[in-house]
């Protein structure tokens, strides 16, 4: 067990729909990533937010968004859903904000959340 | 921007065979490799890790070599298990050098691996 949890575990929804998924870091850890993984794309990075703010954007679609709140939980929300949508969604979390030779900002993933969108 | 390849999948082995599981790189600066390992159902979690040149990373018999000359890390063991079937992933985590990179993982494709007693 990582620490991490991610709710909810599965997800089934229609096409133009939106939902928000949801991730609680490790306690202390003031960093949360989060990641798309689906059978076309790959692992990819979509965003990262670091005590509250967003810190490093990545391959991530206008319709979906990001926050974290001030428990230092986050949500990724994904709006005007789409077939290419369906996915597994996962967060990491880590104390810092940055990884160096010095800093070991090891990334602790959550278990995921399978979106399907039909 | 920043790249992994991994050696085409799925791989099949039968117990106590070696393995080895290629994985190259680019990058700017002095990036950090990872591997990581999923298990079904699972999120990923990491098997091994190295930060700088010619550092050797290992776990639970795994090895890997961070090789800046060839800009390679990849991943071996001995002797593999059925319970190591697994999907693994390389990736990079960098520029280190007081780069704006804020930690971002950057994945290979994956590679699955299946071990038959």
């Known amino acids: 067990d990582s620490g991490v949890t991610q709710t909810p575990k599965h997800l089934i929804t229609a096409t133009g729909q939106r939902v928000t998924l949801r991730c609680s870091p490790r306690s202390g850890d003031l960093s949360v990533y989060w990641y798309q993984q689906s059978l076309d794309q790959g692992l990819q990075f979509l965003i990262q937010?670091?005590?509250?703010?967003?810190?490093a954007k990545g391959n991530i679609l206008e319709r979906f968004s990001a926050q974290q709140f001030p428990d230092l939980h986050s949500e990724l929300n994904l709006s005007s859903l789409e077939l290419g949508d369906s996915a597994l969604y996962f967060c990491?979390?880590?104390?810092?904000?940055?990884?160096?030779?010095?800093?070991?900002?090891?990334?602790?993933f959550g278990p995921g959340t399978r979106l399907t969108v039909l | 921007g920043d790249s992994v390849t991994q050696m085409e999948g799925p791989v099949t082995l039968s117990e106590e065979a070696f393995l080895t599981i290629n994985c190259t790189y680019t990058a700017t600066g002095y990036p950090s490799l990872f591997w990581y390992v999923q298990y079904p159902g699972e999120g990923l979690q990491l098997l091994l890790k190295?930060?700088?040149?010619?550092d050797k990373g290992s776990n639970k018999g795994f090895e890997a070599t961070y090789r800046k000359e060839t800009t390679s890390f990849h991943l071996e063991k001995g002797s593999v298990q059925v319970s190591d079937s697994a999907v693994y992933f390389c990736a990079l985590s960098g520029p280190n050098a007081g780069g704006t990179s804020y930690g971002k993982l950057t994945f290979g494709q994956g590679t699955i691996l299946t071990v038959h007693p």
């Open positions: 990491a979390s880590t104390l810092g904000d940055r990884t160096s030779r010095r800093n070991k900002n090891e990334q602790f």
């Open positions: 937010y670091y005590n509250g703010e967003e810190r």
């Open positions: 190295a930060t700088k040149a010619d």
